[in-house]
């Protein structure tokens, strides 16, 4: 393997399955001109390449079979392995180039690049360099040419300060996550505090680097960011249902502080404690309670969003036009509503922010549909729904005929600026998966003037990012709420709306044994076995279910298993019952004999989960226009690969789009035979197995969530007295430590809401359902 | 005010203000040689939203009167040649420097533009952090 170094003036870049990409360009530094690919992994490219840039990329010469489009023929294609890569400012005729391509150097393309070439040949580096517009304005209108001033200049501060942080040893991806936090300070900073890349490498690798430089132990430095990374952790979420905590009781910082620390230092732990309260790195939120900045800094926003919506002055509500729409809505889904559903569409319109709570099945997205309708009929302004995933999304959108996104799609599109700053209604549907950090940035960047009504199912499973909102806003006096109770989604004769109303409340009621005669009986059935059977007895109540696996390729066969809907429903994806071993093991019995597709490891007729937001996917359909149909597939969707094609597939999404799989593809996709049921929040399907084993993740709120996923089936497999134990017992959500308290930021701020004589924790920290 | 009786107000304010032009034999307001439907709308007191509906009685009632009354995009009227080429370059002066002034208002929006994009990529980015980690840099 030969080591290179070369220059690339780039003229395509592709984005590869793990990060990273290819780099395409050509060879400048030579002179030859000619084409160069480049392997470059996510932790060495500090950004995306841009057409028109000139890059240093180093690496090893390695030989790659390469399809080439045009021929169809694989060829023998030289690459450089890239170890370093980083954009460097063009000199010479590359600079031409650079300007006709850059993206925002609108109006500038070959022929002006060249005639500033041709007027200043060489030196028109020295003139971007210096600045001079002037020049640059002698042939180009004075728009354009200070475009190109600050395009450059922009370009070259990049440069210098990248090329500062390769100095420090910083990894391109590093490097890159410094430049977009600290701008071209970030090697200063890094210089006056080596503790800050904690913020983007692991605590470990800074430390020793640190230590190495001469930072002492005892450094103040070190001891802050001990104590910061130590309230990290606890914020963070694990796998296992652990942490997750926006608020940290002093001994388990103490505790975490002093393993950071090492035996050299641990005795510092309490010191490092108060230096961080005196620096306001972290705040006593209640005796030996502690909160780091950006947790609290997201709690007090969400207060702040709160009660600002609840103070404002309101129009009232025209109790006729109200009555009208939920007739109409009444006939056209032919259900009545519940006097407390009527209520709930009353306070969404009449207050700034409301929450609708309700066990699954209790018409929640019927009477979303209500309140929409209702808003728009009073001019109330624009109307906006969201969920936290895709699916969830998708069923909003297609309970109330109106579009929905994804919180992340309303994020994304809220920094682009694409809603107005008018009135409006924002429903969060779901709202029990969102979690704080999700709901801090979804409400403070929601026009101030947007009304909010949050609709969820509290008992169902937590977050999976840290805090538990839903449950302080449901427990907030000062919001006005309404709790639905009847249940519609399961037919009452299923007898699945007993026994989640039984779960919910912390009992596990008797149920009847599951018949492999006579699986698909409605109902919810337990098959009480040890849980080293639990693995084969799925397999054989999804056998019992949907028939034996299909000996020749059959796709009627494979057609009638879809539409049986049965969907394994795993406490984790790991372990012998985890939703990976399950899914193999249905596709390696069921799918044997279909089609494989390539050599990806799926067949015709194997079933997908999709987890990634995906944006634009291709159909392989163009339109009327001859250009190409996209679709979006959201984190979560369910699909079925329909047909192979060459090296691709076509797969069908539960709702009906589809998509052309690459190879590529292969690192967005699991098997969807068996799913967590994290992952099935917000979808509901005709029958679910559900194996039960003991594991961190398994609580009331996780077998709640899993039962109400069933339409007409749900079956329990695994140790009854496992069941009947963590059902008994408090959910794990309940064991968050979270300082969210609107009650108390109302009383902070003076507000006198007649509700603000309930439940506030006197201590200040909501330790959920149990005082601490 | 919404709906029909809102359109009707409109309506009524519109050909009272037509009225008046004619009754005092003025020309419709206009600007590069259309009537100056901003202009009108503002004399009336409604939205020039008004004339962008479809099917819309005011833009019919605007052409009638278009072609009753004439325009009058406000230029002077020259007598002479000297008079013509005089206002032409008076007018051209005028665009010239209306044409350098918007020139320098893009190009300090540009700079207020790429300033405001590099500092909200900073605060994307310190956001996510903070999402992300439950850290602030």
């Keep these: 393997m030969t080591q290179t170094s070369a220059l690339m003036q780039i003229t395509s870049f592709h984005d590869g399955p793990f990060g990273g990409g290819i780099i395409i360009g050509r060879d400048i530094g030579n002179g030859s001109e000619e084409l160069l690919r480049s392997r470059t992994p996510m932790r060495v490219l500090p950004r995306k390449p841009i057409t028109g840039e000139v890059w240093r990329v180093i690496g090893t010469l390695e030989d790659h079979a390469v399809r080439n489009p045009r021929t169809g023929k694989t060829e023998s294609v030289r690459h450089i392995m890239a170890t370093w890569a980083a954009p460097v400012a063009p000199q010479g005729a590359a600079i031409r180039r650079w300007i006709a391509r850059h993206p925002d150097i609108k109006g500038v393309g070959e022929a002006y690049a060249e005639r500033l070439w041709d007027a200043y040949g060489p030196s028109l580096y020295d003139i971007l360099r210096n600045r001079d517009a002037d020049a640059l304005a002698a042939i180009l209108d004075i728009p354009k040419a200070v475009a190109i001033i600050q395009a450059f200049g922009l370009m070259i501060d990049e440069v210098s300060a990248l090329e500062d942080l390769d100095n420090l040893g910083l990894d391109g991806r590093t490097a890159h996550a410094s430049l977009r936090l600290f701008g071209s300070e970030a090697g200063r900073k890094f210089r006056e505090n080596p503790y800050l890349l904690t913020l983007l490498d692991p605590w470990a690798k800074v430390d020793s680097a640190a230590l190495a430089s001469g930072i002492m132990p005892t450094d103040e430095r070190r001891l802050l960011a001990a104590v910061d990374m130590a309230a990290a952790r606890a914020f963070r979420t694990t796998e296992n249902n652990l942490g997750g905590h926006t608020v940290i009781r002093g001994a388990h910082l103490r505790r975490s502080v002093r393993e950071m620390l090492g035996k050299n230092a641990a005795t510092h732990a309490d010191a490092a404690i108060q230096t961080a309260l005196r620096a306001g790195l972290i705040n006593e939120i209640a005796p030996k309670h502690y909160q780091a900045r950006a947790p609290g800094h997201m709690e007090r926003e969400i207060e702040r969003c709160v009660l600002d919506r609840l103070e404002r002055s309101r129009p009232g509500v025209d109790r006729v036009m109200v009555a009208t729409v939920i007739g109409e809505v009444e006939r056209e889904d032919g259900i009545l509503l519940a006097p407390e559903q009527k209520e709930a569409v009353l306070t969404a319109l009449s207050s700034g922010f409301s929450v609708i709570t309700g066990g699954a099945g209790t018409g929640k997205s019927t009477l979303v549909k209500a309140i929409r309708r209702a808003h728009l009929r009073r001019g109330g302004g624009d109307y906006i729904q969201v969920a936290l995933s895709g699916r969830a999304a998708k069923r909003l959108r297609e309970a109330t005929g109106a579009n929905a996104m994804t919180i992340y799609r309303f994020i994304k599109d809220a920094e682009l600026g694409k809603f107005s700053m008018t009135k409006g209604l924002l429903v969060v549907d779901e709202f029990s998966m969102v979690g704080t950090p999700d709901l801090w940035q979804l409400l403070t960047m929601s026009p101030p003037d947007f009304d909010v009504v949050l609709v969820g199912d509290s008992a169902q499973l937590p977050p999976i990012k840290a805090g538990n909102p839903a449950s302080a806003l449901i427990q907030a006096a000062s919001i006005p709420k309404t709790t639905l109770r009847i249940a519609q989604r399961q037919a009452a004769s299923t007898g699945i709306p007993d026994v989640a109303e039984a779960i919910r409340e912390g009992s596990f009621p008797d149920l009847p044994t599951f018949d492999l005669a006579a699986a698909a009986r409605p109902g919810v059935y337990l098959w009480n076995c040890p849980e080293s059977d639990v693995p084969g007895a799925v397999i054989q109540a999804f056998e019992a279910l949907v028939g034996v696996p299909a000996r020749s390729k059959n796709p009627g066969l494979i057609t009638r298993l879809h539409q049986m809907d049965v969907q394994i429903l795993a406490m984790t994806r790991r372990g012998p019952a985890g939703a990976a071993d399950l899914g193999d093991a249905i596709e390696h019995r069921w799918m044997a004999s279909q089609e494989p597709v390539a050599d990806w490891g799926f067949s015709v007729g194997s079933k997908l989960l999709w987890t990634q937001n995906s944006y634009d996917r291709p159909t392989g359909k163009l339109d009327s226009k001859g250009t190409e149909i996209t679709v979006d597939i959201m984190n979560g969707a369910l699909g079925v690969i329909r047909n192979a094609i060459d090296k691709h597939a076509m797969a069908r999404f539960d709702d009906g789009t589809e998509t052309m799989l690459s190879r590529n593809d292969l690192a967005r996709v699991l098997r969807g035979w068996a799913i967590t049921v994290h992952k099935a929040q917000g979808s509901a399907f005709k029958t679910v197995l559900i194996p039960v084993v003991r594991s961190r993740l398994l609580d009331r709120a996780m077998l709640y969530t899993a039962v109400t996923r069933a339409r007409l089936t749900a079956v329990l497999i695994g140790e009854e007295a496992v069941m009947r134990r963590v059902v008994g017992a408090p959910p794990g959500a309940w064991q968050r430590l979270q300082a969210l308290d609107i009650d108390r930021a109302a009383r902070r701020a003076g507000l006198a809401h007649n509700e603000l004589n309930g439940s506030v924790n006197p201590k200040g920290v909501v330790h959920d359902h149990q005082p601490f | ?137």
């Design chain 2, 1 to 137: 005010m919404r709906g029909v009786q809102g359109g009707e107000e409109n309506i009524r304010k519109l050909r009272t203000y037509l009225d008046a032009l004619k009754a005092e034999q003025r020309a419709l307001p206009a600007f590069n040689s259309t009537p100056n439907l901003k202009a009108i709308a503002e004399a009336c007191g409604f939205d020039r939203g008004v004339f962008y509906g479809k099917n819309s009685l005011a833009k019919v009632l605007i052409e009638e009167a278009a072609s009753q009354l004439g325009l009058d995009d406000g230029r002077p009227i020259a007598e002479t040649a000297f008079d013509e080429i005089r206002i032409r370059n008076e007018a051209k002066s005028q665009s010239d420097s209306r044409t350098k002034a918007l020139e320098e208002e893009v190009i300090r929006l540009r700079a207020e533009n790429a300033r405001l994009k590099i500092e909200n990529e900073r605060y994307r980015a310190i956001r996510q952090m903070m999402a992300e980690t439950g850290r602030a840099p």
